[in-house]
C-alpha cells in the first residue's frame, strides 16, 4: 500500500475561499439578472487580493454591493463573514454554491427595480497588505435593509466563511 | 480513442492559474492549429466561472479535432486537486488544423448557449442545460481522499 504525505497551509484554503467567493458572486449576479456585468467583471483580481488578505487572516468580510445608479441607493446586499481558526483536524474542503443562489433568488424576490450594478468592496482589519487597484472607500448605507443570514458558504483549514443578504 | 485529463484547481491553483493550465494543455494538442490561445481567450469569462463553481468537476469541457482528439477535460478541486497528477496535452491532434472545444452551460451561469457560440467559431455548446440541484454541498477530505470521485459520479449516475 502506498502512502503519500500532503502539506496544507493556510495559503491553500486562501485560494479555495477566494474561488469559492469569486464563483459565489457570479452566481447571485447571474440570478439578479445582471450576468452580463458580472461577466464583464475582474474576478481574477478579486481572487488574487483575497488570496492574500485571507492568508494574512486581514479580510473580515467580502461584500456584494447592488444598488440603483440612478439614485445610488443601495437595492440589495451580500456579505461573506470570514473566520479564522487553528490548522488542525481533518483537513476537509467545503463549499455551498448554490446557498449563494438562494440568497439572490430571496433577494429578487423582495423586488429589486432601478438601472442596477454592483460593486465589491472587501472589510480588512488595520494593517492589511496594500494591493494594487485597492484602495480605501466607503460602503453605501444599508440602514434601509434587513439582514437574513444564510448559514455556512464555504469552509478549509483554518478559514471558514458564512453568508447574509440584506433587502427592504 | 477518448480521452480524460484532470486539471487540479483550488486549492492547488487559484482560477485564473487554472485557466492557463488549460489553455496551455489545449494549445499543446494542437501544434498546426493557429491562434488557439487567443480564441480561447474569447471564452476565458466563461471557463473561469465554470472552474470556480467547480461547475467542471463534473461536466467536462470536450476538446475535439478531427476523429483523432476526442478528450474531455475535468477540473478537480479540494483535497484531491493537492495529490494530482500534473496533466499533459493529449495525443491526437498533431495533425488538426480545426478544433472545437465543447463549453458546458449550467443552469444558473451568468451566460448562455447563443453567448458561448458567439464568442468564436471554435466553441460548441455540450448539452442542455442540466437544472441545478438544490443546496448541494461538496466536501473533499477525510474519506473523498480515498475515493475516485469520477468513478463515483459514474456509479451514481
Not at chain 1, 133 to 150: F, I, N, V
Request: net charge neutral; glycine share 8%; hydrophobic share 45%.
Amino acid at each position: 500500500m502506498q502512502t503519500r504525505a500532503i502539506t496544507i497551509s493556510i495559503s491553500h484554503t486562501a485560494t479555495a475561499i477566494g474561488a469559492k467567493i469569486s464563483g459565489s458572486f457570479q452566481r447571485m449576479l447571474a440570478e439578479l439578472g445582471l450576468g452580463r456585468l458580472a461577466l464583464a467583471h475582474d474576478w481574477a483580481d478579486l481572487e488574487r487580493v483575497l488570496g492574500t488578505w485571507l492568508q494574512e487572516k486581514s479580510a473580515k468580510s467580502v461584500v456584494l454591493e447592488v444598488y440603483d445608479q440612478v439614485t445610488n441607493r443601495l437595492v440589495t446586499k451580500f456579505e461573506v463573514f470570514v473566520e479564522y481558526s487553528a490548522l488542525e483536524g481533518m483537513p476537509r474542503f467545503r463549499h455551498d454554491i448554490e446557498t449563494s443562489a438562494l440568497a439572490a433568488r430571496k433577494a429578487a424576490a423582495a423586488g429589486l427595480t432601478g438601472d442596477l450594478r454592483f460593486r465589491v468592496i472587501v472589510h480588512n482589519q488595520d494593517g492589511a497588505t496594500a494591493m494594487a487597484g485597492w484602495g480605501p472607500g466607503t460602503a453605501r448605507d444599508a440602514s434601509h435593509l434587513k439582514r437574513r443570514a444564510m448559514g455556512e458558504l464555504a469552509s478549509g483549514p483554518g478559514i471558514s466563511c458564512s453568508l447574509e443578504y440584506s433587502v427592504t | 480513442m477518448k480521452r480524460q485529463r484532470h486539471v487540479a484547481a483550488d486549492p492547488a491553483r487559484n482560477t485564473a492559474q487554472t485557466y492557463d493550465t488549460i489553455a496551455e494543455l489545449i494549445v499543446g494538442a494542437l501544434p498546426r492549429a493557429t491562434a488557439v490561445a487567443d480564441e480561447l481567450a474569447r471564452g476565458r469569462s466563461f471557463l473561469t466561472y465554470l472552474i470556480s463553481t467547480e461547475a467542471t468537476a463534473e461536466e467536462p469541457l470536450v476538446l475535439r479535432a478531427d476523429d483523432t482528439l476526442d478528450c474531455d477535460i475535468f477540473t478537480v478541486h479540494g483535497m484531491d486537486a493537492l495529490s494530482a497528477e500534473g496533466a499533459t496535452s493529449p495525443p491526437g491532434g498533431a495533425r488538426s488544423t480545426d478544433w472545437t472545444l465543447c463549453i458546458p452551460v449550467p443552469a444558473g451561469a451568468p451566460f448562455d448557449a447563443a453567448d458561448v457560440t458567439a464568442a468564436s467559431s471554435h466553441f460548441v455548446v455540450k448539452r442542455a442545460a442540466k437544472k441545478a440541484s438544490p443546496a448541494r454541498a461538496t466536501v473533499t477530505g477525510g474519506l473523498a481522499s480515498l475515493v475516485d470521485p469520477n468513478e463515483l459520479r459514474k456509479a451514481v449516475r
